[in-house]
């Protein structure tokens, strides 16, 4: 048997601790840390957990068990001047479970206890509150009922049913006092048939049948199942918390409140809360009465009020956070019934984390692992007022986050149409999008589809142009001749206004309100110290100058990832591509690509007059064809009629570049093997520009890197390429140029074979979203048809596209690591795919030891806060 | 310095062995192994290799050579009873390098060494041919120059050139000896002015020149960079081979010939060969007179004949095998010049090994050995007479061997009617095969496509049929308006013939002769032995019960795999397969799926029966959809009739079920896991098809394998489903009956995870067609736009489709075993890719410790050979 059986505590002191969970329980140890703290706390005691295995084996007690209840019993009657069982001023005390752990709801509580014929007078001489004291009576006769004499609930609700209707009374509120004394009355009549036996009126016998019941409802199903689930061993078994309660509902000088020891909405440092005069707790929720302001409480009890001050404060330091209080204040007598950290908004958190290091409360590695990546990301989109209560219409895969509002188009033309010249927000809603959709995505204010993944063309570009997005929505239904689309019986028309959520993947009927985002000296600061904290560098994805520009400006170290094809989405560029993929032989190739050139290298140069300083990745072309190809007869027509060539000619090109699975096929270095022209042409267009900024005075750092390499060999060829290139252009232009080639890992054969690969790869960037297509045998455009299923049924813990899959991709990541490095220990390795700004994709790359993420521009400050967490977590876990 | 520098040979014995290669180099162990023989050699003496770098070093010999080489002249001297410089009898010789390994044709070789203005008499004396002298002559003067002088070979040619044009003669044996001797002269004026010295008339001077310089012959450019290219150490140096020449042509009492000690061309044990009197091994070549029968040489000259005879038995005893001998008879004297292994057909290369068994020459296992699977395959289909010369008209990938002859058709349709109606036999020409074709590819002898690869449609089936197929042959551009179709300017039309060779991959225009396939009772025997030592199993992948059938013929112990989706590609039954796949709700899907159920069960009847005894793995659905959907407006039409369902409905839900990337979509167990009744079904089929054989007391081995599972829940799933109705179905029918459920190891991830996904499976099966497809990132019908030129550039060895990429694939197949079996010991683990029948694959498989392979019905007798092969092959390793 251990030392202690019993821990009292209030009374400004305890015998247990914070520190003593695994004695006295969650609760227990904190309500014995308030004790010590000196915050007048109810007064009670913690009979503890180790008594209750020991009890559910032998079921009885130890014999010095009953003493200590008893001297603890007597310990609260003199703290509180009440008497166990006194009609006059009775004792009433609360019994609740109290696991290591919290376990809310799967084990039993009991109020009121101590209530019975006699004591109930003294309460309602205290209270003055016929009703509220029979009500507390009947609900501890049902409570106890249940719980310890095991009557089902619903025969005392049966009995409440049955005289609500004698008396007409629509709800609980429409009885009377005297009701609820007839139901008392009723109630003790119940249990005297269930069991054979009176209610028991004596109050100790009510009290250890309570602490047998809530030992035993340590083991009832839904505990067992609970520990289960969440792995909590049997044999840790619960405490018993033994508490007297109070009411704020004993006259003008008793009243209730909850209170924030700063403003949970706003962060700011000033006292906000509500308070009931005469009142229980119970009325705040129910908003049958309105609360007062805090300030109030100053006029009608300064003394209370002050002392509550006090006390918030004391909280608040001892806790380090914004605390969320319950108080009650019995005739004068101020009580805290609870403290714990107050919940607040995303902003709130921020400020409230800055302030705190200001205030020297906190150090900068507490604030910054306070701080979520999805609260930082919530305040870096437009979002919808979380105050508005809406109903959405249909859920989609929440691509990209942010929300928006407008009128709805079916077409990239309408789009343009509407938003640039008629000047309307407009959400373009779509089957899927393609390279011809880019004008449209422009002028949108969102998109909406009902086909592909988290990685499908219009939720990367989504991404990239930081506008809300959801994708794979099956449950609309598209009639693009009416240009109407339809969810069950809802229609939706052209013109008509809908709200998207992509970051909820919601979509709503009409417009709701959005808030703004807001990048505050608050947000600043804390990313400032975040970046002090990561061993991870931050680079971005970016294809132009603008998207390199916001990326630059929201911390990017780099670029991870600029994909060249997508320089060409631009309506008056796709038709060069589009000459180039089509041409039949070299010549044609090379006229297609000269006129290619030139726009190439002015991108560059825009890009790395930008990212001055700052190495910059250039992807070779990469394009599953398909996304370049014109699809229907009238796009065929007219890049016939551009290109000056017959109809059925461009047709049958067409047909045969068609692929089965394009994402598999001739794309990527298979392209730059097969047309080695066009990789001379990008290496061209690189190096020329790299050098025109070079003598400019801008530091340029150019890193070239093949795509869908699944062989050494292919990376040698093109490596050989853009080197001649390279050497040849810097020797023109007679400057001074560091550049690193180096490949894109995302085809499993890569990975296995890293160690060769290395040899001709000055770094390695890791193309997760296609590695997730291969390594999952999942195509990103055709996934929505199982994969939210999947999610559903727990066959996936989360969308692979989004969060990397650890046991399968994660697996041949780590291989290509160790491989790589077997070969070049000082290789450089990022990640540059979709999961490079997802917050446990960081967590993973920076254990697995890469070297940087990369990730869409509006994402960078997610990954700056999430690689600093990946860090801090890391040193923590060390130190422990 | 080594102990003996020089090696003689001839005279029936020799101071060196075959095992002294490293000494005497490759040549010189043969000769010296000959001579202990007791085969009668021209006598000569080897060089140490030895000696070669101590040379190349020191450019010069220790002393003690010059003495050896000098008693080696004279041993020989003495056995031939010519004299080195001797004008009468001269004694002349050949200078050979010989290094331990071959290296053909880097190193060099003078012939006719002690050829000077005195001994060209004796030569012409004894010869009688004066004409044969000079050409020697001048033939040893040009190649002495060469080598030994270092006076360009151009030089020499232009004077003989100019000869020519003044003699008008237009070739060589135009040339008298006149006009030879005339050449030689000029020869040693060229010599005199480029060398400023005399051409060496001292036989002995000859000899040390040469001497010198074919051991300077081991730095030769190529012969380094041949050394690069197969590893072979720089410092092994080359030995020389000094022998003297004989001469077939000293008249009617001399001859020469080629003759093989049983017929190359059927294998039958009886002397092979032609000979030519008076002549010169070069005359045999050289086609001008017709050489003569061997039974002729045995009245000519009935001793040389007999000794022939007995030497050429000695010889094949000697060397177990099948010897091609060269000889020649010098008045009288018989000299062997060469043994080698003879090339022969694969036919007779089969029955040699098995009459050599037969015999007791060879042991089952080195016959087993001897044959190659590519032997095997080529007698197993039927094949273009080697014989035959033909021009290819284009060339695609082989994908299924064997060769046919047909009329061209362009579709289905017309291959059926033109097959069925008019009894012809067609090639089906294609851009690319679907199910529609099935009838029309059941109809044709052949199938030609312009698209796809290895694992394509038209290949797979094909290879299942064990009909010849090319596809991917981009070379074709098919019009079907026209009905033609056309490799660069020459057109092809309906109607017209070609022949296809489906194990070259080449199409011929018009018809070829054809060799009909043997299954001999030689192969059998054969095959009866490699499976005594083989320890893999092999299956088969049978989909239907005459293929289970032709497979068991062929020796496959179970199915491997049987895909129960190729049961519907037959017309009447895809419309079945179509309403599954297009049914929008579980009930429309039970509607279908209760009309395949009756279809599957039959085919499992037929199966189970054919198979009696052994274990039959069914796969359930795995269609790629697109595979079996409608794909142009007359097809969804005529389905839609059908289906008694508007065109514009079925119309909208093909386009949805439209997919980017098939192979990567909604396919295999995704289908069961997200419509559970399509599993149901397919258990159902195959339980009560099993337990009706069972009734009837055929003993069924069911294996249920679930396909493209990438994650443990999967399977864990579907075999709940399977497990479920095996168990109600079995105990309904109260029979006895064992099963297993497993799984298919398809998609990298599954192969990542296995050690999870063991826990669900009783078995794994291999599908390396799709594992090469997401581990390399290739799609297998869209292949056939760089795959070819990859293995052109040597960026892959083999088309990964045909044999297993071993870095990659190979990689995961090794890491899901070890994983899989640290889960289960004894887990079953076979393939069913294609590669399951691939020799270099199947070695990889055993291995990697594989307990089967299964293919095609008509791979089995092959993978039967190889798996003996790997396994002989690794006790052999084993015991060195």
């Given at each position: 048997m251990p030392r202690r059986l019993v821990y009292n505590f209030g009374g400004k002191k305890a015998?247990?601790?914070?520190?003593m969970k695994n004695v006295l329980g969650g609760k227990g140890a904190n309500l014995a840390e308030m004790s010590n703290l000196g915050v007048p706390i109810p007064p009670g005691f913690t009979i503890s957990s180790e008594l209750c295995l020991d009890y559910l084996k032998r079921k009885k007690y130890p014999k010095i068990l009953k003493q200590d209840v008893e001297k603890g019993i007597v310990r609260v009657e003199k703290l509180t001047g009440?008497?166990?069982?006194?009609?006059?001023n009775p004792l009433l005390f609360s019994i609740r479970s109290g696991s290591r752990t919290s376990m809310p709801g799967m084990m039993d509580t009991i109020l009121n206890?101590?209530?019975?014929d006699s004591t109930i007078n003294g309460l309602i001489e205290k209270t003055g509150d016929h009703r509220f004291a029979y009500d507390c009576y009947r609900r501890f006769i049902q409570m106890y009922s249940d719980?310890?004499?095991?009557?089902?609930?619903e025969k005392f609700e049966t009995l409440i049913d049955k005289l609500k209707k004698k008396k007409n009374a629509?709800?609980?509120?429409?009885?009377?006092g005297n009701d609820w004394k007839e139901i008392v009355k009723q109630f003790k009549k119940l249990v005297m048939t269930e069991?054979?036996?009176?209610?028991?009126?004596?109050p100790r016998e009510q009290l250890w049948g309570a602490i047998g019941a809530v030992f035993n409802s340590w083991n009832n199903p839904r505990a067992k199942e609970y520990r289960r689930i969440y792995k909590?061993?049997?044999?840790?078994g619960t405490a018993i918390n033994v508490q007297s309660m109070v009411f704020g509902?004993?006259?003008?000088n008793s009243a209730t409140g909850v209170v924030f020891t700063?403003?949970?909405?706003?962060?700011?440092n000033k006292v906000y809360g509500e308070f009931l005069q005469?009142?229980?707790?119970e009325d705040v929720v129910a908003g049958i009465r309105t609360p007062r302001k805090m300030i109030e409480l100053k006029k009608i009890q300064p003394a209370a009020y002050n002392k509550l001050i006090g006390l918030l404060n004391k909280l608040e330091k001892h806790y380090r956070d914004l605390q969320d209080v319950e108080f009650t204040i019995e005739q004068e007598k101020l009580w805290i019934l609870q403290t714990r950290a107050g919940k607040r908004t995303a902003l709130a958190n921020i400020k409230i984390a800055v302030d705190m290091v200001t205030q020297k409360l906190i150090k900068k590695e507490a604030a910054v692992l306070r701080v979520t990546p999805a609260e930082l990301d919530q305040i870096l989109h437009p979002m919808i007022d979380p105050t508005i209560k809406y109903k959405s219409l249909a859920k989609g895969l929440p691509a990209s986050p942010g929300a928006a509002v407008g009128e709805v188009v079916f077409s990239s033309e309408e789009a343009v149409r509407l938003a640039k010249k008629d000047g309307k927000a407009v959400i373009l809603v779509r089957l899927e999008t393609s390279a011809d959709d880019i004008h449209g995505m422009e002028a949108a204010k969102g998109f909406l589809t009902a086909r592909g993944g988290m990685t499908s063309h219009a939720a990367v570009v989504a991404r990239g142009m930081g506008k809300p997005c959801i994708v794979g929505c099956s449950e609309i239904n598209i009639n693009l001749t009416a240009k109407t689309f339809t969810v069950g019986n809802t229609m939706v028309r052209k013109g008509d206004i809908i709200s998207v959520d992509g970051t909820e993947g919601k979509v709503i009927l009409g417009k709701v309100k959005l808030i703004e985002p807001e990048m505050t000296k608050d947000v600043i600061l804390l990313l400032k110290w975040a970046d002090s904290f990561r061993r991870l560098g931050v680079r971005t994805n970016a294809d132009r100058p603008g998207d390199s520009k916001i990326a630059r400006d929201y911390?990017?170290?780099?670029?991870?990832?600029?994909?060249?094809?997508?320089?060409?989405?631009?309506p008056e560029r796709v038709a060069a591509m589009r000459e180039m993929i089509i041409a039949r032989d070299e010549a044609g190739r090379r006229k297609a690509v000269a006129k290619l050139l030139p726009m190439q290298r002015e991108d560059f140069i825009g890009i790395f007059k930008v990212m001055d300083g700052l190495p910059v990745i250039i992807r070779t072309l990469d394009p599953p064809l398909h996304e370049f190809l014109p699809k229907d007869d009238k796009s065929i027509r007219k890049l016939a009629d551009n290109l000056n060539v017959p109809f059925d000619d461009l047709k049958s090109i067409v047909v045969s570049l068609h692929e089965s699975n394009p994402m598999l096929g001739h794309r990527g270095c298979r392209l730059g093997v097969t047309y080695p022209e066009i990789t001379e042409m990008q290496a061209q267009a690189i190096f020329e520009a790299a050098c025109e900024v070079t003598k400019k005075g801008i530091k340029v750092i150019p890193e070239v890197m093949i795509p869908v390499?699944?062989?050494a060999g292919e990376l040698a060829n093109q490596r050989a390429i853009v080197d001649k290139i390279a050497k040849q252009t810097i020797k023109k232009y007679g400057v001074k140029l560091k550049y690193m080639i180096g490949t894109m890992i995302e085809i499993p054969r890569a990975a296995l074979t890293a160690d060769k690969v290395a040899k001709f790869a000055d770094f390695f960037s890791y193309g997760t979203n296609d590695m997730t297509q291969t390594t999952l045998g999942f195509s990103r455009d055709d996934v929505a048809k199982f994969v939210p299923k999947y999610i559903e049924m727990g066959?996936?813990?989360?969308?692979p596209f989004k969060t990397i899959d650890i046991d399968g991709v994660g697996k041949l990541l780590e291989m290509g690591i160790k491989l790589g490095r077997k070969t070049k220990p000082k290789l450089e390795i990022g990640i540059c795919g979709?999961?490079?700004?997802?917050p446990k994709s960081i967590h993973f790359c920076h254990k697995i030891g890469m070297d940087y993420v990369s990730c869409s521009p509006y994402r960078v400050p997610i990954a700056r806060l999430s690689a600093a967490h990946a860090a801090l977590e890391e040193k923590f876990k060390k130190k422990k």
């Open positions: 015998q247990g601790s914070a520190k009440k008497k166990f069982g006194d009609k006059k206890l101590g209530l019975n719980i310890v004499l095991q009557i089902p609930r629509k709800s609980d509120l429409d009885l009377s069991t054979k036996k009176a209610f028991p009126g004596d909590i061993p049997d044999d840790w509902n004993m006259g003008t700063r403003n949970p909405a706003t962060g700011e005469n009142a229980q707790g911390g990017a170290e780099g670029i991870g990832l600029c994909r060249t094809e997508h320089m060409f989405f631009k390499v699944m062989e066959l996936l813990k989360d969308d979709e999961h490079g700004g997802d």
